[in-house]
């Protein structure tokens, strides 16, 4: 699968954040390759969510919508404070930031990871559009001059799911 | 497989109602917008993002717009018409100054969309590249490439509309 490696994991879900009470949530987390961290930098995470309203997607009531977490780890494997949720609408896009100075590293330069996990709601609806992309940033803390910069996809949920029929719960 | 960067996004267009403002096949002949959603990125004060187009198609022209969005998901300005015959690259820039961000850096996207004649035989094949570099001196920060994928490649996804077979 790439670099990027893909867990999805079924959870049931007793609220919903979009108004609706869905079944079940299809997660699916990917792990950005590591990067270093230099005193002087701040890392960055963005999605956007590209996706647009069609009526070919079986059974969507509402708009396109991602919904999901970010969060960063250090070389350890431990979370570096808390993940942070989002939400995008079509052409939306979410940051978020991490300071050389949150990340507990120590010398010149740290290394660290970001996951993103993509949360699916499934409803008696369908499921909304996401087509989640991301970019893994560092760049200069004071000037914002981008040092490197990493790309991707989150692939969207599972074709049975994506055609409307529902999951074995698990 | 469903890819961002190479993602159709694809709308039926009656060319006499072109969204470029040009006639590029008789009228009543369907063509599709063809859509390329790069990734988001950063872009500091001293810094311009650039997008270049290259037609490697041997013998024919590809028209269509460049955009940059920006947070929000508003577009910036306007969109970029280009035609690039073969062996064309077209730029399109963006400093700073004109992605109304505030703060050292603000966070945009681009998108290229072209057109495609019905069956998506347009012999019409793009390539691009995302850069930001800083304003001054021009050196490069940040690269992204790919290829705008045609219709009549069986990548990508078709989303809800299929070519009528008359009209």
């Known amino acids: 699968m790439g670099m990027l490696r893909k867990t999805a994991v079924l959870l049931f879900a007793a609220a919903s954040a979009f108004g609706q009470t869905p079944n079940t949530i299809l997660a699916t987390s990917y792990n950005v390759p590591p990067v270093g961290l230099a005193m002087s930098e701040t890392?960055?995470?963005n999605v956007v969510?590209?996706?647009?309203?069609?009526?070919?997607?079986?059974?969507?009531?509402?708009?396109?919508?991602?919904?999901?977490s970010i969060a960063f780890y250090n070389n350890n494997g431990t979370i570096i404070g808390s993940a942070t949720s989002f939400t995008v609408t079509t052409g939306q896009i979410f940051s978020v930031t991490l300071p050389y100075s949150s990340t507990v590293g120590s010398g010149a330069h740290t290394v660290i990871r970001a996951v993103i996990t993509n949360e699916t709601p499934i409803t008696a609806f369908g499921?909304?559009?996401?087509?989640?992309?991301?970019?893994l940033e560092t760049y200069d803390s004071k000037s914002g001059v981008t040092h490197v910069f990493v790309s991707g996809v989150v692939t969207p949920p599972v074709g049975p799911i994506r055609d409307g029929v529902s999951p074995t719960a698990p | 497989m469903r890819s961002m960067l190479d993602?159709?996004?694809?709308?039926?267009?009656?060319?006499?109602?072109?969204?470029?403002?040009?006639?590029?096949?008789?009228?009543?002949?369907?063509?599709?917008?063809t859509?390329?959603?790069?990734p988001p990125f950063g872009l500091a004060v001293s810094e311009t993002a650039q997008v270049n187009v290259f037609n490697t198609a041997v013998a024919a022209s590809c028209s269509g717009t460049v955009a940059f969005y920006d947070g929000k998901g508003?577009?910036?300005?306007?969109?970029?018409?280009?035609?690039?015959?073969?062996?064309?690259?077209?730029?399109?820039?963006?400093?700073?100054?004109?992605?109304?961000?505030?703060?050292?850096?603000?966070?945009?996207?681009?998108?290229?969309?072209?057109?495609?004649?019905?069956?998506?035989?347009?012999?019409c094949s793009l390539s691009y590249s995302l850069e930001t570099y800083d304003t001054g001196t021009g050196?490069?920060?940040?690269?992204?490439?790919?290829?705008?994928?045609?219709?009549?490649?069986?990548?990508?996804?078709?989303?809800?509309?299929?070519?009528?077979?008359?009209?």
Request: with cysteine; net charge positive; glycine share 12%.
């Open chain 1, 127 to 135: 499921i909304p559009p996401c087509d989640l992309a991301f970019s």
């Open chain 2, 74 to 123: 508003s577009v910036i300005g306007s969109a970029a018409s280009f035609t690039a015959g073969s062996g064309q690259i077209t730029s399109v820039t963006l400093p700073y100054a004109s992605t109304g961000g505030s703060g050292s850096r603000t966070v945009v996207r681009a998108e290229i969309a072209y057109q495609t004649a019905a069956g998506g035989f347009a012999p």
């Open chain 2, 7 to 33: 993602r159709k996004t694809v709308g039926l267009l009656f060319v006499a109602a072109s969204a470029f403002g040009q006639t590029t096949s008789p009228v009543g002949i369907w063509t599709y917008t």
């Open chain 1, 43 to 45: 890392a960055q995470v």
């Open chain 2, 139 to 167: 050196v490069t920060h940040t690269f992204v490439s790919g290829a705008v994928a045609q219709y009549a490649v069986a990548s990508g996804t078709l989303q809800g509309v299929v070519p009528p077979s008359a009209h």
């Open chain 1, 49 to 68: 969510n590209t996706a647009v309203a069609s009526s070919s997607v079986s059974g969507t009531a509402t708009g396109p919508s991602c919904s999901g």
């Open chain 2, 35 to 38: 859509s390329s959603n790069l």
